[in-house]
């Protein structure tokens, strides 16, 4: 079974910075099966990128990703107060046959 | 406006059942695989099932399989989790959500509220 560690577990920014957050895999992971979430508390999670770095409709592109193999990587260019939550990466693997997400990067302001 | 609405979620004893639904509109239902995805109190989400657009393949976590069944309606754009012997560690919020594709392979992109589960005695 593939795990997905995220690091780190929480990233305490300021408005206007540069966040970075890793996701990496215990074993090799498609890149079109490698997805981002963000989760606003409260709120349910909000698809932000597809297939490792195809931003879904309506994300800024303040956001971006990108990786292969074991590693993948979230960047928000410039951290806006509404960015400040939650993000989960996903991947899916064929052996055994599932979904699986990370333990997530809690993004909080400083 | 793509929508999910889930239903069906309360508080039970441990060892029994309740079924969950969602209701889908706002777009084709046929066209998409869907999921369901929990998430306990504080924690994490996960995974628990996903079913293709015409139920010809299903997954389910670990942690479910042979618990909880996964079935949709077309006729209805409605998708079901059907859960027995459910346990304490079930609790959670569980999310209706809507594939990217056909397969459940897929992520998720659209996402419902949620409906909460409470097992205990």
């Known amino acids: 079974e593939i795990v997905l560690t995220q690091s780190p577990a929480t990233l305490s920014l300021s408005p206007g910075e540069r966040a970075t957050l890793s996701c990496r895999a215990s074993?090799?992971?498609?890149?079109?099966?490698l997805d981002w979430y963000q989760q606003k508390h409260g709120q349910a999670p909000r698809l932000l990128i597809y297939?490792?770095?195809n931003r879904a409709t309506g994300i800024p592109a303040r956001f971006s990703a990108s990786g292969s193999g074991t590693d993948f990587t979230l960047t928000i260019s410039s951290l806006e107060p509404d960015d400040f939550a939650v993000y989960y990466c996903?991947?899916?693997?064929?052996?055994?046959?599932?979904?699986?997400f990370g333990g997530g990067t809690k993004v909080e302001i400083k | 406006e793509m929508q999910l609405v889930e239903s069906g979620g309360g508080l039970v004893q441990p060892g029994r059942s309740l079924r969950l639904s969602c209701a889908a509109s706002?777009?084709?239902?046929?066209?998409?695989?869907m999921h369901w995805v929990r998430q306990a109190p504080g924690k994490g989400l996960e995974w628990v099932s996903g079913?293709?657009?015409?139920?010809?393949?299903?997954g389910y976590a670990d942690s479910v399989k042979g618990r909880f069944t996964i079935s949709r309606d077309t006729a209805k754009s409605s998708l079901y989790l059907q859960m027995t012997n459910l346990r304490p560690e079930d609790t959670a919020l569980y999310y209706c959500?809507?594939?990217?594709?056909?397969?459940?392979?897929?992520?998720?992109?659209?996402w419902g509220r949620g409906t909460v589960v409470s097992v205990s005695s």
């Open positions: 079913i293709n657009w015409n139920s010809g393949s299903i």
């Open positions: 297939d490792a770095s």
């Open positions: 706002g777009f084709t239902f046929d066209d998409h695989a």
């Open positions: 959500a809507k594939a990217r594709g056909v397969d459940w392979n897929y992520g998720m992109d659209v």
């Open positions: 074993q090799s992971v498609s890149s079109y099966f």
């Open positions: 996903q991947q899916r693997s064929d052996s055994p046959p599932g979904l699986t």
